[in-house]
């Protein structure tokens, strides 16, 4: 069977750094980037192993700033 | 149309229907209760919808949703109910919504009475609710008045997207006299693209909003409302003048109080003191140019209300020194009685001579 | 080609909230926009603002808005309401809007079976003007009006809208949801579909109380803020259907 991959985009400039999309990760790839922050001032999350990523949604559902978009990959994406 | 003998209260619902008033929000209150029961009664025949708040400030804030959804609507109140909607008509102000609102005023302060006052004069021409704002008065002082000025009431509310105000009192709206419902003058009134009716196919989206948070914002939304009073000011006066040629004073009367003072005039002509009146129409915008072109023309002033004295600053600040401005008034529901007003009168022309 | 799993609603202008990190009231607007969205009534929607922290929907929101005095909303939604029954119409408040100073106006809103949805925000705290006790404020809850707890016999226990506006007759949809875990707010979002379709439908006045935070008052961190709510708040107002209709079942 193959396995679902997904993609997500954040838009980075709009991320408050609130950490919400963090907790709800099944497979915990979501993360805040420490290494950065934004125009607004705020390490933003991000995602370093987009590989894991199995488009369930959860990150977007749960963010409150709708910042993050999120995308389906066929095998041959 | 043949003239129909009517009861105020009920003729300014005539009116309105006449007018296409489509809206009525209200909450019974005395001495203007008929005109809800009128409202409910007849509009629905009209096509019209009449709805009884739960209190009067819901009732404002039913004929700002309606007003910013684009209809033509009214609500009415006696002085307490008008107290409770000053709120709601600072917004509709600063949101700039057309409608009419009727105070049937009663005397206070606080609970009051029930019976005729002109105490409200300060609250609905000065303000009233917060905020830099102003409103077209209008004091009708017959049933037809009423009835004309309630139609053109209307038109006035759409041309500027401001609210207006008609003022009487318990005599007014009890009183029966025949009325022939009247169109306005035409008026070039503005489409109402403003308005909240869904975005349709219209491509942007339409805000109610009297809200903004930029100082330098609200100065600017000021100052361009500001414009629009100027506006008002400049075309909206109206007022009567009776009997002015050179009297030995000019009586000074609004509403139900000026027909008193007509009767005044009459006894004073019979002891051979001729006495003139100006009639403010509107109440605001004042007509103030009125009373420095007569202050030539008369001795003194007398203003003659049913309160403790509000109408007099306009009526000084019109006559701007130039002659004396004497006050009578009765108030907590008390009507001022001729002969008092003559013996007034005598007490001030005896003391100028 | 790759599927879009989640991406910006229509229903919302494209500008950023300027709401606290973490606020969900930001999740409740995506919410709302979404179904407005879904069930294709973006333009024939009329939505009312508050005064409260979400007094600029009318900045977010993409259909036409008008913005209400305090407490408000369901006074100024039934006038637009009666003017326009055709159209989609819907207010937008918070706890001391609606059940506080705006308490005679949503309860007679809803006796009136206004065909209006409210959509009733309780983080249990006035947001805006900097963290003062609520009358959904919890028993010995702190807040700055409220500086050692809420006492019960001072200001007495917390208001619960959706159980009373439930006895009432005319609304045809109340429940209660939240929207601490994506769970949740996929189970909002089947609320507010469901009050929104059965205005649609005429079945009476519809509101969906949505438990939201406040980390910035509740002076938690967001993360914290959701667990705070999960322990404190939804056993005081517990999550669930509060008003049904027959014609909605």
Known sequence: ??????????????????????????????????????????????????????????CATICPDTVIKVERLRDND | MAKVLMKGNEAIGAAAIKAGCKFFFGYPITPQSELPEYMAREMPKAGA???????????????????GAGARVMTSSSSPGISLKQEGISYIAGSELPCLIVNIIRGGPGLGGIQPAQSDY???????????????????????????????????????????????????????????????QK????????????????????????????????????????????EMEKNEKKYEIFNCDNPDLIAVAYGTTARIVKTVIDKCKEEGINVGLIRPISLWPFPYEVFEEYADKTKAFLSVEMSLGQMVEDV???????????????????????DDIVAEIKKILGGAK | ????????????????????????????????????????????????????????????????????????????????????????????????????????????????????????????????TGGQMAPTTLVGQKATTSPFGRDKDHAGSPIRMSEMLATLDGPAYIERVTVTTPAHVRKAKKAIKKAFQA???????????????????????????????????????????????????
């Open chain 3, 1 to 128: 080609m790759a599927e879009m799993v989640f991406q910006r609603t229509k229903g919302l202008q494209d500008r950023p909230f300027h709401y606290c990190p973490g606020c969900t009231h930001g999740i409740i607007h995506r919410l709302v926009a979404e179904v407005l969205e879904e069930l294709d009534v973006l333009d024939k929607a009329i939505g009312v603002a508050p005064v409260g922290c979400s007094v600029f929907a009318y900045d977010y929101f993409n259909c036409d808005m008008q913005e209400a005095a305090h407490g408000r909303a369901p006074a100024v939604a039934t006038g637009i309401k009666r003017v326009h029954p055709d159209k989609v119409v819907f207010s937008y408040q918070g706890d001391g809007d609606l059940a506080s100073i705006g308490t005679a106006e949503i309860v007679h809103a809803a006796m009136r079976g206004e065909k209006i949805t409210t959509i009733f925000v309780n983080n249990a705290i006035y947001g805006m």
């Open chain 2, 122 to 184: 300060f609250q609905a021409t000065k303000g009233g609710g917060h905020g830099d704002y102003k409103m077209v008065v209008l004091a009708p002082a017959s049933v037809q008045e009423l009835t004309d000025l309630m139609m053109e009431g209307f038109d006035i509310a759409d041309q500027y997207r401001n609210p207006v105000m008609i003022i009487g009192d318990g005599m007014l709206g009890q009183m029966m006299e025949p009325v022939e419902l009247r169109e306005p």
């Open chain 2, 49 to 67: 919808t009449f709805l009884q708040a739960e209190s009067e400030v819901a009732a404002i804030n039913m004929v700002y949703g309606a007003a």
């Open chain 3, 199 to 249: 205005q649609i439908e005429r079945k009476g006045f519809t509101m969906i109380e949505v438990l939201s935070t406040c980390p910035t008052n509740w002076g938690l961190t967001p993360v914290e803020a959701l667990r705070w709510l999960e322990e404190n708040m939804i056993p005081y107002y517990p999550l669930g259907v509060y008003k049904t209709s027959e014609e909605v079942k």
């Open chain 2, 187 to 230: 008026r070039n009134l503005p489409p109402k693209d403003w308005a909240t009716t869904g975005t349709g196919g219209r491509g942007h989206t339409n805000v109610i909003n009297s809200l903004f948070i930029d100082p330098a914002e609200c100065e600017k939304h000021n100052l361009r409302l500001k414009a629009k009073f100027d």
């Open chain 2, 316 to 338: 000084k600040l019109g006559v701007n020194g130039k002659k004396p401005v004497h006050f009578y008034g009765r108030t907590g529901g008390m009507v001022p009685v001729p």
């Open chain 1, 1 to 58: 069977m193959a396995k679902v991959r997904g993609k997500v985009t954040f838009m980075e400039h709009r991320c408050k750094g609130c950490e919400l999309c963090t907790t709800v990760c099944p497979v915990d790839i979501v993360k805040m980037a420490k290494d950065r922050i934004n125009v607004k001032g705020y390490h933003p999350a991000t995602v370093y192993e987009m590989e894991k990523c199995i488009a369930c949604g959860n």
